[in-house]
T-cell receptor, first 114, second 116 residues
């Protein structure tokens, strides 16, 4: 699957570290999404960007900071995380968020906060 | 706001047996429904979707789901499963945000475990 790529695939960080997750889509889409997938819980939508504008912030703590410099790239900047933030972070893209389009997902970044 | 319930966290089944994964959603005037599959160490892939028209939708690998408005259900079925169908299956429903954009609300997932 090369449509949506995510780096790194695995990340271990301490609570005082600063790191960034990267997502890139090669599908010509205009909407991009960050999801958090924790064990035994439904996928949680974190942020939505449509045409580089943030359209959804699902009450995410400020220690998560998204950035969308263009429609193909999406970042999630992390700082002073907590152990409960350990999860699989999934990026997705779709044609736009203004209508119902299929979302294409990346393989995710497995984050462990120690 | 929409919500999705997947009652079964895990469904074990023998190879070549039929399977049904249950999904119920909260009622809405109009609804769009999806099933996604997640294989180990991979992201989610769309399996099938209901947007309008025929209430029975099919995927290319033998799965089907039926939209039942009166029961607010969108159960996923396959008449004969393979070992390779072992994966996590997520039901999702569309929801409109205040700015009229769409987002997906996911269920907690059902792990299908196919045994030889």
């Amino acid at each position: 699957e090369t449509g949506v790529t995510q780096t790194p695939r695995h990340l271990v960080m301490g609570m005082t570290n600063k790191k960034s997750l990267k997502c890139e889509q090669h599908l010509g889409h205009n909407a991009m999404y960050w999801y958090k997938q924790s064990a035994k819980k439904p996928l949680e939508l974190m942020f939505v960007y449509n045409f580089k504008e943030q359209t959804e912030n699902n009450s995410v703590p400020s220690r998560f900071s998204p950035e969308c410099p263009n429609s193909s790239h999406l970042f999630l900047h992390l700082h002073t995380l907590q152990p409960e933030d350990s999860a699989l972070y999934l990026c997705a893209s779709s044609q736009s968020s203004g209508s119902i389009y299929e979302q294409y997902f990346g393989p995710g970044t497995r984050l462990t906060v120690t | 706001a929409q919500s999705v319930t997947q009652l079964d966290s895990q469904v074990p089944v023998f190879e070549e047996a039929p399977v049904e994964l249950r999904c119920n959603y909260s009622s809405s005037v109009s609804v769009y429904l999806f099933w996604y599959v997640q294989y180990p160490n991979q992201g989610l892939q769309l399996l099938l979707k209901y947007l309008s028209g025929s209430t029975l939708v099919e995927s290319i690998n033998g799965f089907e789901a039926e939209f039942n408005k009166s029961q607010t259900s969108f159960h996923l079925r396959k008449p004969s499963v393979h070992i390779s169908d072992t994966a996590e299956y997520f039901c999702a429903v569309s929801d409109r945000s205040r700015d009229s954009s769409y987002k997906l609300i996911f269920g907690s997932g059902t792990r299908l475990l196919v045994r030889p």
